[in-house]
């Protein structure tokens, strides 16, 4: 699996999803000026842009171990403070956020529970930690029809649903298994739209993520039959695909 990919793949890939998204994802946070925020995995930056655009560049910060993504951040978010780093070793003190975020990230940690602590440990005590991930156990997230496909031409092959945080009740169990108190959770959906099915097929070809990497592993062959799995799942002609994230809050 890989992040270490150009921003612009990220952003035809799962850029079209997490974008509308982090649009949702920053109302939950109630956002007051003044307040000093962190993005953990911020990525090429679209939660950050967002955070930005409520507290203004100097009160947010933003932390992903990707220097493609890091570089990307930087370029779309000039004043705002970028580092690259992971989320189980946060390099910032104890209690000098208001709030810390990750979206689309957990599931993705190498030490799920420790990185939600280390976001827990650099908010202020009573601080918010909020968390989102994509409902891939419950077959609601945007990559369903693929691993569906994938299933059908590869039942051996391992998909996204064992992810941590990904299945109802999860992800909340990880904030409190992290020491977060007054977890809360909830589900927030968004629908993307494609012309065709050649524009929802293309960035998967494009290496992004899991399900990027497992295409960029199969021999032609192997990867004609997954797009004709796919190709008989969905229409060639324009279509919605929508897709749910599991939210969780806590407070440090």
Known sequence: M???????????????????LASRFV?????QPGQRALDVGCG????????????????VVAIDPSAP????????????EVHEGSAERL???DGVFDLAVAQLVVHFMSDPVTGLAEMARVTRPGGLVAASVWDHAGERGPLT???????DVDPRAADESGLPGVREGDLARLFREAGLSDVRSGTLTVTVGFDSFDEWWAPYTMGVGPAGSYVAL??????????HACRARLPESAFEVDATAWTVTGRA
Not at 44 to 59: C, E, I, K, Q
């Open 2 to 20: 890989s992040f270490d990919v150009a921003a612009a793949a990220y952003a035809r890939f799962m850029g079209v999803y997490s974008e509308p």
């Open 27 to 31: 109302e939950l946070l109630q956002l």
């Open 44 to 59: 090429p930056g679209v939660l950050t842009a967002r955070l930005a655009d409520r507290l203004g560049v100097s009160g």
């Open 69 to 80: 993504f890091v570089a990307a951040t930087r370029d779309r978010l000039p004043g705002v």
């Open 91 to 93: 390099r910032f003190a």
């Open 145 to 151: 029809t693929f691993w569906s496909a994938v299933r």
């Open 218 to 227: 199969l021999d032609d062959r192997a990867r004609a039959s997954l797009e």
